[in-house]
């Protein structure tokens, strides 16, 4: 039901229920490579895991999770900069592969996300259930993978409408089963081919495929739970999200989550001293090369507007 607000219609947060298929897919593609992630450590012990299938997890590993930082987060989510249009798509192919979910329904879910940080309407917040220790621990499993069981589908329309206006955009959405194939199927192939042989296709198929998606799932996954629970916050915003270093090198950059929900559209979230965002370095190096532009860098000016409004407990936007 469509509500109104100060006279003007509002649009429904959901815009319907996912399909059984859909829910069986996530199941599938949520599941499947956590299991192979399970198995990998007795599975390594005296099999199959050569320095090929380590080169080629890695490579993947930053591919599909750069297309997520980059591609899904900084670029369509929040405008951080501007784009060439073959750059543009390139993100959305390289997202697409972390098997993470659509462009558009990622993009959809992250703006509802801000637009509730914390609060009832958060896709997965773990502070919804309150703040004793049992109800942390269902907070905790809702916001890292629990919420992605729940059927109910962000409003694209009400949240990502300019991206449903992207015809490239939009191309890509549709063909996101391909890129999910792609992104098993390719290390496979390079994998059997570079080693001459359909053990080396199993075994990069496995660690370069099932193992490194499951990884870059929890690493996200991550950032919406570990993130939103404990670390540092020197900056001040209207929700709890935290900086947790430990994860700064695996998530490039994503970790330095206190910064991101004080200024969302800042293309850097690592601003401090020695806090490495490998994603920002990447859109740097963008600019260079004239690919990027308009880039919402952390200017002095920036970052003194958020320490005023912490100083004066205010919130900046979230």
């Known amino acids: 039901m469509t509500t109104t607000t100060l006279g003007r219609a509002v649009p429904p947060l959901f815009d319907g229920r996912r399909s059984t298929a859909r829910q069986v897919g996530v199941y599938v593609f949520v599941l499947g490579p956590f299991l192979a992630l399970l198995a ?12 090929l299938d380590v080169v080629l997890a890695v490579v993947f590993f930053h591919l599909s999770g750069l297309g997520v930082t980059i591609g899904y987060h900084r670029h369509f989510t929040h405008g951080s900069f501007k784009a060439k249009r073959w750059l543009r798509v390139g993100l959305a192919i390289a997202g697409s592969m972390a098997v993470q979910g659509s462009p558009i329904t990622w993009v959809a879910d992250h703006r509802r996300h801000h637009a509730f940080a914390d609060r009832d309407g958060d896709p997965h917040s773990p502070w919804l259930f309150g703040t ?7 907070g905790f499993w ?38 999910m194939a ?19 296709a199993l075994t990069a198929f496995f660690w370069a495929g099932l193992v ?10 991550s950032t919406n739970s570990i993130c939103h629970m404990i670390g540092e916050r020197p900056f001040r915003s209207r929700d709890k999200a935290a900086n947790f270093w430990p994860l700064a090198l695996l998530s490039f950059g994503e970790s330095w989550h206190n910064l991101h929900h004080a200024d969302p559209t800042c293309a850097r979230h690592g601003v401090q001293r020695g806090q490495l965002d490998t994603s920002a370095r990447l859109i740097w190096i963008f600019e260079r090369l004239g690919w990027a532009w308009n880039v919402r ?13 912490r100083s004066v407990g205010g919130g900046a936007h979230g």
């Open 132 to 138: 004793s220790p049992w109800a942390l621990a269902k």
């Open 212 to 221: 490194r998606v499951a990884v870059l799932h929890h690493v996200t996954w």
């Open 40 to 51: 990998a450590v007795p599975l390594a012990w005296g099999w199959g895991l050569s320095w």
């Open 182 to 200: 792609v992104t098993f199927l390719l290390p496979a192939v390079l994998g059997g081919l570079l080693s001459w042989s359909w053990w080396g």
């Open 297 to 309: 860098w952390p200017t002095p000016q920036r970052l003194a507007r958020i320490a005023a409004d």
């Open 142 to 179: 809702h916001a890292h993978m629990g919420w992605l069981f729940e059927r109910d589908s962000t409003n694209k329309q009400r949240f990502a409408p300019d991206l449903l206006a992207d015809r490239d955009i939009v191309a890509v959405d549709r063909q996101f089963p391909l890129w």
